[in-house]
């Protein structure tokens, strides 16, 4: 029993910190880039107040060109697994390309914490606060 506890409090403890990361993105970054939208609605069940972008919803040039007119600095949360990182790649490259900042610390911590808790998609953080709250 001591051991569901102890795993209870862990993932809450990194809950918090995804709430925390997010609630510092709101201010670092114009807009997010998510898969789909179970990605988007885990942000916004997180706390981030920016814009919200799917990428699976336009092709990358539109998306690119969207982009590029509004928001000078984004961070990218495709999922973790390997389409997701190319993905990631892809769209990153194509921003900078077009004079867009992409911001790759908050990808970098998303990653970390997640990894902390054996999920690889944005939309799994919500089974974290499932099994929680």
Known sequence: MARINEEERWKY???KELENLISKMN???DAAIVEGPHDKKTLKLLGYTKPILICSKRSHNELVDLIAKRYPR????TDFDEQGVIL????????EKRGVKVDRFY???????LKA???STIEGIYSIKHALF
């Not at 990631?88 to 921003?95: A, P, R, V």
């Open 27 to 29: 201010y670092d970054v």
């Open 88 to 95: 990631n790649k892809k769209l990153s490259d194509l921003f």
């Open 74 to 77: 984004i961070v990218v949360l």
């Open 13 to 15: 403890e990194i809950y």
């Open 117 to 119: 808790v054996r999920i």
């Open 107 to 113: 990808r970098t911590k998303f990653l970390k914490l």
